[in-house]
T-cell receptor
Framework: ETGVTQTPRHLVMGMTNKKSLKCEQH?????MYWYKQSAKKPLELMFV???????ENNSVPSRFSPECPNSSHLFLHLHTLQPEDSALYLC???????????????FGDGTRLSIL | SQQGEEDPQALSIQEGENATMNCSYK?????LQWYRQNSGRGLVHLIL?????REKHSGRLRVTLDTSKKSSSLLITASRAADTASYFC?????????FGKGTRLHILP
């Protein structure tokens, strides 16, 4: 139990569907992150939220839309995805976001997304 | 890019032996972290070492940092079957951390 819970664990969707990934952290942290992990590629940072404000989106396609309604919850809204978006999507949290003095991050077990 | 690069990409050793993984990076850092990922799970933070530290220990883990060579190593002593996993180093970026592609460690019984 890492204190970061992601749902669903697996998701299969068509390219025209709209779905959302959910992340909840029970650690009292102030920063949350979305990562994409594809086979044979390094973990890619997608979004960072600090105190519920988005810090960076790293030029992520607009078909991915994050939402952080409070410091404990983070969503990733998906629409009109492409086959290359199939990957493991990981959520993480850290006590604070400090820019270039990074703190340990606590990860959820991810959502395995498959686009048909 | 600042991306850390782990070496080797894959490593198989007998249970009880020591495992050493290396990480090289390109520009100066404030912190360097090591993470473990078991198959089908999220990453687990192992150790953070600051740029002014040279060595850090945690249980059977020993991390070294050589900022002059821009490299770090992770040593796992007396390996166990449960150590089978991928290991990643993560270095500072302006916004967050950048992960390498990882070293896949397999402990043979």
């Amino acid at each position: 139990e890492t204190g970061v819970t992601q749902t669903p664990r697996h998701l299969v969707m068509g390219m025209t569907n709209k779905k959302s990934l959910k992340c909840e952290q029970h650690l009292g942290h102030n920063a949350m992150y979305w990562y994409k992990q594809s086979a044979k590629k390094p973990l890619e940072l997608m979004f960072v939220y600090s105190l519920e404000e988005r810090v960076e989106n790293n030029s992520v396609p607009s078909r991915f839309s994050p939402e952080c309604p409070n410091s404990s919850h983070l969503f990733l809204h998906l629409h009109t995805l492409q086959p290359e978006d199939s990957a493991l999507y990981l959520c993480a949290s850290s006590q604070v976001w400090t820019g270039d003095h990074n703190q340990p991050q606590h990860f959820g077990d991810g959502t395995r997304l498959s686009i048909l | 890019s600042q991306q850390g690069e782990e070496d080797p990409q894959a490593l198989s050793i007998q249970e009880g032996e020591n495992a050493t993984m290396n990480c090289s990076y390109k520009t100066s850092i404030n912190n360097l972290q090591w993470y473990r990922q078991n198959s089908g799970r999220g990453l687990v933070h192992l150790i953070l070492i600051r740029s002014n530290e040279r060595e850090k220990h945690s249980g059977r883990l020993r991390v070294t940092l050589d900022t002059s060579k821009k490299s770090s190593s992770l040593l796992i002593t007396a390996s166990r079957a449960a150590d089978t996993a991928s290991y990643f180093c993560a270095t500072d970026d302006q916004v967050g951390v950048i992960f390498g592609k990882g070293t896949r460690l397999h402990i043979l019984p």
